[in-house]
Structure formats: C-alpha cells, structure tokens
C-alpha cells in the first residue's frame, strides 16, 4: 500500500475499495471520530467513497456537491437508516469529521 497526498496534510492509503485516509496527522478528536466512521460506515460502503467525496468536492452517487450542508445530510440520512446502527453521538462525530476533513482538503 502506497501513502498519497490528497491535499493539504490528509494521506490517502490504498487504492480502491482499499481506499482510506491515514489519521496519524489527525488532531485526536479527529483521530477518535475516525475509529467510529471506519467501523460503522463500512457495514453500507467502502471509506473511498467518502474519501472521493472529500477530494473532489462532489458525492460520487450523486454526482451531487458534497460540502457542510450535504455531510448534515448525509448525518441525519445514516442517522434515520435503521441498519446503520449509528446513535446520534456517532453521527456527530462522523459530521464533525468529514466537515474538518473538507476543511483540510480546501486549504
């Protein structure tokens, strides 16, 4: 597995549906957010989709933009599946982390 620069200090690892960010740069609430989004997104999709998603600017489903107002959507959308399993602490702390993450990815 090979570490890429995605943008600004975010390290892309794997390729595919191998796909995921390295969080060792990540500041430990992030770090701590990461562990939940890695367990509990990955039960409907694979981490290259949101890692897509953050470089691009644009949901790869969709093709819809993918900015502050899509990750609370997307929060309350997880948040309403009922197989997501997700509480509403998780789904914060997932929203929290993809809005930082498109932060990291804007400068």
């Not at 390729?15 to 990461?34: E, I, L, R, V």
Request: proline content about 6%; overall charge positive; some cysteine.
């Amino acid at each position: 597995m090979a570490a890429t620069s995605a943008h600004a200090g975010l390290k892309v690892v794997g390729k595919g549906d191998n796909m995921h960010y390295d969080p060792s740069s990540f500041p430990p609430a992030m770090k701590a957010s990461y562990d939940i989004m890695k367990v509990k997104c990955i039960k409907c999709h694979t981490l290259e989709r949101t890692v897509v998603a953050i470089q691009t600017g644009i949901a790869p489903i969709s093709g819809q933009p993918f900015d502050r107002n899509a990750t609370k959507a997307y929060g309350v959308k997880m948040l309403r599946k009922p197989d997501s399993n997700m509480n509403k602490k998780e789904v914060k702390a997932t929203v929290e982390l993809m809005n930082w993450l498109l932060d990291q990815a804007n400068q």
